[in-house]
Every structure is written in structure tokens, then in C-alpha cells.
């Protein structure tokens, strides 16, 4: 950032977040999976299957990157605000070479043409200035190059996750504003209309969309363990309330699901697109 520049609430928040639990938002969501068998970052990465020098935009502990190098590409790099998780993705034997930078996608710290594609998982969605960060990807990518990104795409009704988000609204509402997640993102970036809006002046292609449903099939305790770490605001409620959340979202889980299993079902989308000839 330049002296003028001001670090958006949003990024200390994610960045203080990150270094005080790295890996977990990755340990979540590899708990999830798809009917045959992938997780959301295999899914993502087989939207660039070829490409060989990738970029991953919010990298945290390198997860995506070690399934791309699994798929063979051999030029990785990755951008992060948090030195926590870089420190994880550098302990990778997978990722001994890949070029791991900290720093903000708004800003990326590669020449121009650089890559045959950028990804991002479940970031894109929570930085600021996208279209800034938009710009900076169109830049760095070669033309012709693909731009992939997993964002949420909210619960699916009547599942393990959609009870637990019914549950806890009413509790984050209830959070001293001073103590609450700072607004993170733009809406844009979560649906296929806004995306096209966002990426078409910087001269992508419009994105093709698939929306995905990872199981997480368990009783209402191992459902609830992957729960909590996949939401910022639970890092916002003190432990009386945590507890009275947690004592609320088992019984009544026990109550809807009488077998003693339930299923997560959280959803993701995977927008993908190429950027034009300059």
C-alpha cells in the first residue's frame, strides 16, 4: 500500500484472524466433499487443468497450491495478508519452489503476462476493491489465460449448516457493533451477474457457473466441529454465548434428525472464465 492508503478494517481483521488459527479454514473445508468424492479445491483446480504457472489469490497454507502441483503444474505462486498461513505453505515439500509472497491482490507483486492462470478459493469474495484486484489478475495473466474462483453459495435448505446459520444470526446480530466482523467484500462477487459486471471491463469472457453441494454427512457434534471454523463471526461472541449456540444448534439438530445423522451441505460455486486478446 502506498503511505496515503489506508488497510481496510476488513483486511486486519482477516489477517489477525488467519495468524491466530492458520490452516483451519482449509481443515474445514477438506472435511466437505462432493458426491464422488472431490473437495471444492480439486474441483477448482480442474477448471485450469494444463496450466503450468498458476497464481493463487489468498493462498492461505497452500492446499489449492498442492493440488495444482499434484496435477503437474510446475510454476506456482501465491499471494496471502497473513504470514501464519504462509508459514504453513511453506512447509509443503510440494511447494519448496513456488513463490510465496505476502502481500494484497490489489497489488500483486508479479510482471505482467505472467501466468497461465490465477485461482482463488473462497477469497475473491472478501476483498476490498475488487475491481482493483480484477485489474491486477487481467495484468499478470497471459492473454488467453483463465481466471477461476470458488466463492460461497450459502446452505442447502433443511441441511446441518442451514439449521446452525438460523441459529446463529439472531447471536451475531446481537454483537456490540465496536466487536463485529467488519463488512467484507462486494455481493458482486457471489453470483454470475455481478461477476460479469466486475471482470467484462478488464476484458474477460462472461464466466461460465457451477454450483456444488459438499456433503458432510455426521452426527449433530462433528457437524457442528466443522461449522464454527467456517464462520468469521464466531470468533465475534464470548463463551456464554458460544455455548448457548452450541447447546441449541445439538438439541435441535437431535430433534429434526432422529437417526442421529445429519448432513452440512454447504454449497459452493465455481466461476470460470479467460481473459481476451489484448
Known amino acids: 500500500m502506498t503511505a496515503t492508503e489506508e488497510t481496510p478494517a476488513s483486511e486486519n481483521f482477516l489477517r489477525a484472524y488467519h495468524d491466530r488459527t492458520p490452516g483451519s479454514m482449509a481443515s474445514s473445508a477438506l472435511a466437505t466433499r462432493m458426491s464422488d468424492g472431490r473437495t471444492s479445491y480439486q474441483f477448482l483446480a480442474d477448471h485450469?487443468?494444463?496450466?503450468?504457472?498458476?497464481?493463487d489469490?489468498?493462498?492461505a497454507d497452500g492446499t489449492l497450491l498442492a493440488v495444482l502441483a499434484g496435477n503437474g503444474?510446475?510454476?506456482?505462486a501465491g499471494i496471502d495478508l497473513s504470514e501464519g498461513e504462509l508459514a504453513l505453505a511453506r512447509k509443503r515439500p510440494e511447494l519448496r519452489d513456488a513463490d510465496l509472497r505476502l502481500g494484497r491482490a490489489q497489488r500483486l507483486p508479479f510482471a505482467d503476462d505472467s501466468f497461465d492462470a490465477v485461482v482463488s478459493h473462497m477469497a475473491l469474495m472478501l476483498m476490498s476493491d475488487v475491481e482493483r484486484v480484477i485489474a491486477e489478475t487481467a495484468r499478470v495473466l497471459k492473454p488467453g489465460g483463465r481466471f477461476a474462483v470458488a466463492v460461497g453459495a450459502g446452505p442447502a435448505p433443511g441441511s446441518g449448516f442451514d439449521l446452525f446459520l438460523s441459529l446463529a444470526r439472531p447471536i451475531f446480530a446481537a454483537v456490540p457493533p465496536e466487536r463485529r466482523v467488519p463488512r467484507m467484500g462486494d455481493r458482486r462477487t457471489r453470483n454470475r451477474a455481478g461477476l460479469d459486471e466486475l471482470l467484462a471491463p478488464a476484458g474477460f469472457d462472461a464466466v461460465s457457473w457451477q454450483e456444488i453441494t459438499l456433503e458432510l454427512t455426521g452426527t449433530p457434534e462433528q457437524v457442528w466441529e466443522?461449522?464454527?471454523?467456517?464462520?468469521?463471526?464466531?470468533?465475534?461472541?464470548?463463551?456464554?454465548n458460544t455455548n448457548r449456540l452450541r447447546q441449541e444448534f445439538l438439541a435441535q439438530a437431535s430433534a429434526l434428525f432422529p437417526s442421529g445423522r445429519l448432513?452440512?451441505?454447504?454449497?459452493?460455486?465455481?466461476?470460470?472464465?479467460?481473459?481476451?486478446a489484448r
Open 48 to 55: 485450469v487443468t494444463g496450466a503450468q504457472h498458476v497464481l
Open 226 to 240: 466443522s461449522a464454527v471454523p467456517s464462520y468469521y463471526d464466531m470468533a465475534t461472541l464470548d463463551s456464554e
Open 73 to 76: 503444474a510446475d510454476g506456482l
Open 57 to 59: 489469490l489468498g493462498c
Open 263 to 276: 448432513d452440512g451441505g454447504a454449497r459452493v460455486a465455481v466461476a470460470a472464465t479467460r481473459l481476451g
